[in-house]
Nanobody
Framework: QVQLVESGGGLVQPGGSLRLSCAAS????????MGWYRQAPGKQRELVAA???????NYAESVKGRFTISRSSAKNTVYLQMNNLKPEDTAVYYC??????????????WGQGTQVTVSS
C-alpha cells in the first residue's frame, strides 16, 4: 500500500511564502517521477512542478522564478518552495508519484491534496 502524505498548505498573504512537503511510503521499489499538481475551483488539474523520469525538472510557466521543487531521494520526499505567492496560486495542491512497488507494476499515485489560499 503506497501513501503520499502532503503537508505545508495554508493561508498566506500575497507576496508571502509557503513550503509544501510530500512523503511517499510503502513497499516502493523505484520512483520514476514525482511532483506537484494543482486544481483551482472550476479548473482542470495542472502541472506545477515535477522531477521527470530522466531526472530533469518541469515547471509551469506561471510559477517559473517563484517556485522551486527539490527532493530527498533517501526519504522519498519532494518539496515545493513557493515564494511571491499570488491570489491566482490559490488551489488544492496534489502530490503525484509514478512508481513501482514490490507487488505492482509502474503506476501513478496521488496524495489527498493540501489547500493553499493566497488572500489579503
Amino acid at each position: 500500500q503506497v501513501q503520499l502524505v502532503e503537508s505545508g498548505g495554508g493561508l498566506v498573504q500575497p507576496g508571502g511564502s509557503l513550503r509544501l512537503s510530500c512523503a511517499a511510503s510503502g513497499s516502493i521499489v523505484s520512483i520514476y517521477a514525482m511532483g506537484w499538481y494543482r486544481q483551482a475551483p472550476g479548473k482542470q488539474r495542472e502541472l506545477v512542478a515535477a522531477f521527470t523520469s530522466g531526472g530533469s525538472t518541469n515547471y509551469a510557466e506561471s510559477v517559473k522564478g517563484r517556485f522551486t521543487i527539490s527532493r530527498s531521494s533517501a526519504k522519498n520526499t519532494v518539496y515545493l518552495q513557493m515564494n511571491n505567492l499570488k491570489p491566482e496560486d490559490t488551489a488544492v495542491y496534489y502530490c503525484n508519484a509514478n512508481l513501482r512497488t514490490d507487488r505492482t507494476l509502474r503506476g501513478d499515485y496521488w496524495g489527498q491534496g493540501t489547500q493553499v489560499t493566497v488572500s489579503s
